[in-house]
């Protein structure tokens, strides 16, 4: 299938139904191919426990019960109003 621009603004319901007959999409942009987008099968499983994010508050010692602590943080711009 080849879309334009705005095939994509206007028709992604039809780009994405290609994408799920497993063809590959050409972008075009004024008329000159700018991109290739192929579809792809395989499910992504991310392990967030690899991320440097994740565990970041575990050292902390105050936050035994988060409900509580996040209502006393929540609490100074709730009470403003």
């Known amino acids: 299938m080849e879309a334009s621009i705005l095939d994509l603004r206007k028709h992604m319901n039809k780009v994405l139904a290609a994408l799920d007959m497993n063809e590959t999409v050409k972008l075009t942009y004024r008329g000159k191919e700018k991109a290739t987008i192929v579809p792809t099968n ?33 609490k100074g711009r709730v009470d403003a109003i």
């Open 42 to 74: 395989k499910q992504q499983n991310i392990d967030l426990t690899n991320n440097e994010a994740f565990g970041l508050w575990s050292d902390r010692f105050n936050t035994g019960d988060i409900d509580k602590f996040v209502r006393n943080i929540r």
